[in-house]
């Protein structure tokens, strides 16, 4: 008496509308209507006129010397923070799939940060990260000159040129611990096997991680770079938990925020969301073609 | 039997109604007060409860409800208005500072005008009249002011100064220097600075502008007489860029830990509003012998000025319960009012009859200055400026300071910038 096929195949369907009506309005709705607003003039707080504006939008950011200085800053973070959480995240991960004593305590150490609210986090490196020198020293200055390190102080995310590597930091420190998981999860996929079959053939560790495990990770490695890309673009309350709107750490979600509550330049504030969705998309877009193809081919 | 019953059901039924509808007609527009502020803690949350408890004994049968948004100079708060008003769903009032930072609500037709209560409620003469004239915009009032605040304040340490040898306050900014001087030859920086968010040093920037050039000349910035390519601009960026080589190295803090490097005699000057004052007296500290104040130097005037900024409330056009939102606009002008919010505020009233023995001997001085300076409006908190200058302002005095107030050329192109953004 099994029931083998669904009799009415529009059932579950029904079952998903409310979730596929609340998509399409809150999130490509909305999506479609911050591009409207984007051609649009209301570029204040007074201005009701929707009607076109074509790309003058779009085209006053690029001469907006406050957007390039955003962009520019946003780019400068994002290499640093995912080059940086990689590696360490990668090392991490590496010390311990050897399977050492502890490790599920040193996983939980590792991932804690995550668990930390951006603005209390913000709140505590701001004062790590604290520009005072020498005998005012605080913070990550005051512990390089207890390591005889003194010449390396600085001025961190103050700083006119490097203030986006020192905000990285913050953000590597928070996010390594979840890339180490994703690699360990990685690792342990690898069935055992191939690692004997490889020691059986001769092979030393080295050339056991480069040419049997690493190529195994190609995909974690994808999904880490994507997941952090992402993160990485739209990058707003660790920001802004450290330095709120300072001139020399904006970046575009800080950007945006300005525009639209301090400026209510609705139409530009769109235009920069848009300009971010579309970063997003180009890094985001790839990887699911990716995905589904791997998939379909499974 | 049967009629009484249905008698009593009659009557039952009559008494309900009447009870329902009685109330719900007073309730169109005076169910209850929605006022929306970013006062949320220390003598500020303290200064609005002596003052809604004015409006709740006036007004007893009004529910108040505060929609506090936390967070410094409103940074927080504006967000969330904005959405509310682009929404149509505003509160019954909302705070601001008076001047052009309303300049945006007022084009879009959001807040009402406020004359007719400047008339019905004398305002106009109880006010200073400089301060309605500066209120005013095309014949029109859009807010009440509830205190003034004073930004162009000089704090500093007797026992510091003692320290380096300064006997009395700097009147110029060239003496300011010299003081600055001394103090750093004794290990102590010569200002404190408040980097983060930029803001005040925008506000260091602006006493600085008006030290080196005058009021008069300072008060054409803003409408464009006074030339921001011109001489007087670049020698007051001159000064700036000396100021800033006598800060703290720590180039984040926020005011009240900028303010605590004076206090603890580990920096000498401090430029900042008024409200530095009874922040410090709130951490038990006494004027006069751990802190003390002058007037911001000054080049040209012969007289004080004094560079306000004022919290105001205001009434939203097509808000639930105008009438509460009157009511609450009343006693924001009212003498009780302003006697029972300003003291711990640590503000003074607007109004010139208000009585001074409430308040401490800094804002006795105040008050005696308010009635008699030159008035000037700080750019940094909302008079000058509309929302979209303001933080062009910000942004180009921060940017320059974080640079190490070496690109004079840059910073000066973007003031002219800021000043386009605050018309456009």
Known sequence: ?????????????????????????????????????????????????????????????????????????????????????????????????????????????????????????????????????????????MVLRAAHLGILQNDWYSSEKGSMYAMALPAIWQMSGYVMALFLAGFRGIPDDLREAARVDGASETKIYRHILFPQLKPTFLTVLIILGHISMKVFDLIYGIASKSYVTKVLAIYLWQVIFDFQNFAKGSAIAMVILVIIAVVVIPYLRYVNKSEEMK | MRLNKLRMAAVVTAVAVVATVMPASQAATNKQLEIFTWWASGGEAAGLKGMTDVFVKANPNTPFVNATVAGAAGVNAKGVLVSRMAAGNPPDTFQAHAGQELSGYVKAGQVEDLTFLYKSEGWNKIFPAGLV??????????????????????????????????????????????????????????????????????????????????????????????????????????????????????????WPDAGKLVTGGKAGFFIMGDWASSQWQSDGLKLETDYTWAPAPNNVDAGPVYMWLSDSFTLPKGAVNRDAGIAWLKVCGSLAGQDSFNPLKGSIAVRTDSDAKKYDSYLQAAMKEWKTDVL?????????????????????????????????????????????????
């Open chain 2, 376 to 424: 000037v409006g700080s750019t940094v908190h909302g008079v000058n400026y509309n929302n979209a200058g303001m933080a062009a302002y910000d942004s180009a005095v921060g940017k320059f300071y974080t640079g190490g107030a070496k690109d004079k050329t840059g910073l000066i192109a973007s003031l002219v910038a800021a000043l386009a953004a605050s018309k456009a």
């Open chain 2, 133 to 254: 004239k500066q209120l005013t915009t095309g014949g029109k009032i859009y807010s009440v002011p509830v205190n003034i605040h004073r930004a162009n304040v000089l704090w500093w340490n007797p026992a510091a100064a003692k320290k380096a040898g300064i006997t009395a306050a700097p009147k110029t900014l060239d003496e300011m220097l010299v003081d600055m001087a001394k103090f750093k030859a004794v290990g102590i920086d010569g200002i404190a600075l408040a980097g983060n968010g930029d803001w005040a040093i925008a506000h260091l920037f602006d006493v600085v502008l008006l030290g080196s050039m005058g009021s008069a000349k300072y008060n054409g910035l803003w409408t464009g007489k006074t030339s921001w390519r011109g001489p007087d601009v670049k020698k007051a960026v001159d000064y700036m860029a000396k100021i800033l080589a006598y800060g703290n190295s720590s180039k984040s803090l926020d």
């Open chain 1, 1 to 141: 008496m099994k029931r083998k096929h669904v009799h009415n195949p529009w059932g579950g369907f029904f079952f998903v509308l409310p979730s596929i009506l609340a998509i399409a309005v809150f999130v490509y709705g909305m999506i479609g209507w911050t591009l409207k607003l984007s051609f649009s003039h209301r570029t204040n707080a007074w201005s009701k006129d929707n009607s076109f504006a074509g790309l003058s939008n779009y085209t006053g950011l690029l001469e907006d010397p406050e957007f390039t200085h955003a962009f520019g800053n946003l780019m400068k973070f994002t290499v640093v923070f995912m080059i940086g959480t990689l590696i360490s995240g990668l090392i991490m991960s590496l010390l311990l799939e050897k399977g050492i004593k502890g490790e599920g305590l040193f996983r939980s150490i590792y991932l804690y940060p995550m668990a930390i609210s951006f603005i209390a986090m913000g709140t505590s490196w701001r004062w790590l990260m604290d520009s005072a020198h020498d005998d005012k020293a605080t913070g990550l200055n």
